[in-house]
């Protein structure tokens, strides 16, 4: 019913002992024309730590709400720094092909971890590394710095998510990156890649058509995947390629 649905999780969402919501929590708002939808959703434990019933409610809850939205917002505690509950957390979202955008709450307080952006980024890409496509915000919900941000970046993130792109715009692109850099040779037996074409957004998802689909390594899967956000806008949304053999 509403366009854009985007739900926060991380480890302030964890943390029990806070007196944590056990329960997603729908907001509902509208900003320029544009409906949202935010689920703040219930903390997420790792499956041996989850006792209580009503708990292993809030799990399936928690992931149901990343299923279902359009993004997620990662939430990290500036105090606290990066946690195995954020990298845990954040692996449900990448691998649900979900939009990604990483938030830096607390950075107003004195006692952060760090003093610096640009060491709290380095961080964060180090043990983020398979989010490299998120971008990062810093933000204090107790003074409202940057929060509206927020709200620009999930709408951003979002159309990339729909990005289309020409058959022969990708074919022009795909024979620049292998020029670049040749396709591996395994084996004895070289990659060939005749045909690149998009089948499919949020994610946005293209298929190549090879000569043998396992000669294409992740190692060159990534460098595509490179070469695509160097030349079009798709910050915030994971690139899927799917290897297919040419009959």
């Avoid at 509902?28 to 935010?38: A, P, R, S």
């Avoid at 500036?78 to 845990?88: C, F, L, M, N, Y």
């Avoid at 670049?180 to 690149?196: A, D, F, Q, S």
Wanted: glycine residues 4%; contains cysteine.
């Amino acid at each position: 019913a509403y366009d854009i649905y985007m739900c926060l999780v991380g480890s302030e969402m964890c943390i029990r002992d806070r007196g944590t919501t056990r329960d997603a929590i729908d907001t509902i708002f509208e900003k320029d024309g544009q409906k949202y939808t935010i689920v703040d959703t219930a903390g997420i434990r790792r499956k041996g730590k989850v006792y209580e019933k009503v708990e292993k409610y809030s799990v399936m809850r928690s992931i149901s709400a990343i299923e279902q939205s359009d993004v997620a917002i990662i939430v990290i505690d500036a105090s606290v720094g990066i946690i195995e509950q954020d990298k845990h957390i954040a692996g449900y979202a990448h691998d649900a092909g979900k939009g990604v955008i990483i938030a830096v709450n607390k950075w107003d307080v004195p006692y952060k971890t760090t003093t610096s952006m640009q060491d709290f980024v380095k961080v964060i890409r180090q043990e983020f590394q398979y989010l490299d496509y998120a971008p990062i915000v810093f933000v204090s919900a107790k003074t409202g710095q940057r929060i509206e941000d927020i709200v620009s970046l999930v709408k951003n993130v979002k159309e990339n998510q729909q990005r289309r792109i020409q058959s022969s715009v990708l074919n022009d692109l795909l024979l620049d990156a292998t020029r670049i850099t040749p396709t591996p040779l395994v084996n004895g037996k070289r990659l060939r890649i005749y045909y690149m074409t998009q089948v499919a957004v949020v994610p946005p998802t293209f298929v190549v058509f090879v000569n043998d689909p396992e000669l294409l390594h992740f190692s060159y899967k990534r460098f595509l995947i490179n070469q695509m956000r160097q030349n079009f806008n798709f910050e915030g949304t994971p690139i899927k390629i799917l290897a297919r053999k040419r009959k």
